[in-house]
């Protein structure tokens, strides 16, 4: 599916009153078995996988069309119909904030219920490489507040992470799915936000020499490196203009190594850095997942610093493209009940209600093996609508 547009999710306050939050957990139950009934539970969490649909499905039980919190609360919402109904097929893992950590423990229950045949730490490895990939690896100012883990009865995964960026108020949603060929070669099934000028990406393909670079340095004695990090560190404090960029990051021509590259701040000591080389140096990890999975370890600065090193000493400059991949506004799907905020329009208690009792008659019949309501259904979602004011014609 291609991707065009641009998805903003703006940091929202406030909550979902009960008899709403009731409404979406009603609605999400419904379309869900309609999606597992038509299409199984491989189809439904690939789906989740695709900011578009994501977005549309956010919109379509009533939440803020634009609003962070359609990652938040829509993907508590299925978690909460997920679990209460693991004969889906699907379940949802993690969460925001702490729930995110409570991965780890929920991945085994998952696969007992859901009577997957894989071993669990396979799946743990992964959310805790995703999680730290998007965290360290790719650094755009966004800090990462939500995991969530979507897996279906056959053992397809795919993860949506949401970060935020408290000083301009915007946040930012990470999707992968498990067919990604690599998780450093532009892993990211997509990226929905606001696109910046300029980050910090050691996962794009153009970053293969940095990293490179990167895992090499590891593996050097400690020493060694700290003395090349001292070489660039003490040309940085040496340029007087720079001070202004020592809150931010930008383009800048250091003079007395003849070479321009990124700074990015804050740097961490030569003494901090030392430390933690020592440590990671102990582990002599032998890729990159190696590397990052050493816990409490590997940090942005320590990666900033390196990436700094292989640009300057190596000429193996990191990408600073920005990966957001810009998905079109699927605002129009607002209109379908409404929203919290009363963009379009306030949620329409009766409209919901009737679409909710219209899915759960189709599933219901679709039972017992009348499927003429679900192809209808089907064809429906064919037909192009144009909205005028609040009404669909």
Known sequence: MGLEGIAELPLHDGHVPPWLANIMKRLAHAI?????????????????????????FNNVIGMDWDSSGSTTVTTGILKIVTWSNPDLGVLVLGGKGLRARQV???????????????????????SRLVAKIDSVMLQDKYTLYHHTLFLSSSGRWCIVQQGMNPEARLARRYHWLDRVNSFYDDPHNSVAGVKHDVVLNMVSRESRGARKTLLELV??????????YSIVYNALKKQDSLLKYLGGETGVVLKDLGHKTI????LPLPSDLLRKLKLIYTHRPKNLDELLLIRGVVNDKVVR?????????????????????TPYDPFKYAYAIGGKDGVPYPVDRRVAEEVIYTLE??????????????RALKALSKIRFRIIGRRLY
């Open 361 to 374: 008659e189709i599933i219901d019949r679709a039972k017992m093996g009348d499927k003429d309501k679900l």
């Open 305 to 325: 610093a390196l990436a700094l090193i292989s640009d300057l000493i190596y000429n193996e400059p990191p990408s600073t493209k920005d990966p957001v991949d």
């Open 263 to 266: 700074l990015y701040t804050p």
């Open 104 to 126: 780890p423990q929920e991945v085994p229950r998952a696969i007992k219920l859901l009577d997957i045949d894989t071993d669990p730490e396979k799946l743990i490895r992964v």
């Open 32 to 56: 869900l078995r309609v999606m597992v009934e038509e299409f199984g539970p491989d189809e439904v969490v690939e789906r989740f996988s695709n900011p578009l649909w994501f977005q549309a």
């Open 219 to 228: 593996n050097e004695r400690p020493e060694r490196v700290i003395a090349d």
